[in-house]
């Protein structure tokens, strides 16, 4: 029996297309080669985030591997609705739900309140979801933190320490980590801000550089003067200690890390000092 040779080529064109198509698919989901991959958000009320990223077959599986590749401090339990996020990095949920970590599926530009609890979620079905720290608006949806940042953006810190390790506690306590180098702190933290996608501005002071504002948040009145405050290790690298010097006098080589503290007057960090 003859064979139509462009029914042939026809055929072979239309496996290979859809071939193609589920290879796009399967490895530009999240950009990787893994569609169990999810990244996520974590934001504070008062609008200081950080991205990571895991993988597992649900997304609490995603987000206990994605916390551990990135060393956060997660407080979370078992509920009838599966795992229950009780605090992340030193900033918990109230005891009275007054405010609590809040789960938000993404879609289209848009999150959304989800239903759902972690657990029954499948990874392969979400890219990205967001942990936001809210204050409890029952019967309506809480309200979400004004700068929330374009999914596109997400940078995830997994435990890079070379340059200066930064860690910025916010003043409701939670805090993250980044990494960035330069000749000094000033401009390790302005390579560090721009290579994770946060919002910094600084200022040139009589006596140097110095922080202006990071994540639009800047020296400000409110029940106290909150304002960045430079934390370096102590001697036995073990505790931060109050600098006194500011960022643009503050040699890279001699300072490994450095803590960012928004606080009223001097403040004590409570985020530990890194240790890989």
Same mark, same amino acid.
């Given at each position: 029996m003859a064979v139509d040779k462009k029914l042939v080529a026809i055929v072979a064109v239309i496996i290979i297309i859809v071939a193609a198509v589920g290879i796009y698919w399967y490895a530009t989901k999240n950009n990787e080669n893994d569609p169990n991959k999810v990244t996520f958000l974590i934001e504070d009320n008062d609008g200081i985030y950080f991205w990571i990223s895991g993988s597992g077959e649900m997304t609490d599986d995603a987000l206990e591997n994605a916390v551990d590749k $990135?060393?956060?401090?997660?407080?979370?339990?078992?509920? $009838?609705?599966?795992?229950?996020?009780?605090?992340?990095?030193?900033?918990?949920?109230?005891?009275?739900?007054?405010?609590?970590?809040?789960?938000?599926?993404?879609?289209?530009?848009?999150?959304?309140?989800?239903? %759902?609890?972690?657990?029954?979620?499948?990874?392969? %079905?979400?890219?990205?979801?967001?942990?936001?720290?809210?204050? @409890? @608006?029952?019967? $309506?949806?809480?309200?979400?933190?004004? @700068?929330?940042?374009?999914?596109?953006?997400?940078k995830v810190w997994t435990k890079n320490t070379s340059g200066v390790l930064f860690t910025i506690q916010s003043q409701s306590g939670m805090y993250l980590r980044v990494n960035g180098t330069g000749t000094t702190v000033y401009d390790a933290l302005s390579n560090a801000t721009s290579n994770y996608k946060i919002e910094f501005t600084g200022a040139d002071l009589s006596s140097g550089k110095a922080i202006k504002t990071i994540f639009d948040l800047g020296t400000v009145n409110n029940d106290g003067v909150y304002t960045w405050n430079t934390k370096v290790l102590s001697d036995d690298g073990t505790a931060w200690e109050t600098s006194e010097f500011i960022v643009g006098n503050l040699t890279s080589s001699e300072n490994a890390q450095i803590c960012l503290l928004y606080s009223t007057g001097v403040g004590t960090p409570t985020a530990p000092v890194y240790s890989a």
């Open positions: $990135s060393a956060v401090n997660l407080d979370s339990s078992e509920s $009838s609705y599966g795992i229950s996020i009780n605090g992340i990095n030193g900033l918990e949920s109230e005891s009275d739900w007054s405010y609590y970590w809040a789960t938000y599926t993404y879609s289209d530009g848009v999150w959304t309140y989800a239903e %759902d609890g972690l657990s029954l979620m499948k990874s392969s %079905d979400h890219d990205y979801i967001a942990l936001f720290y809210v204050a @409890n @608006n029952y019967p $309506s949806d809480p309200v979400l933190p004004d @700068n929330i940042p374009n999914v596109q953006d997400a």
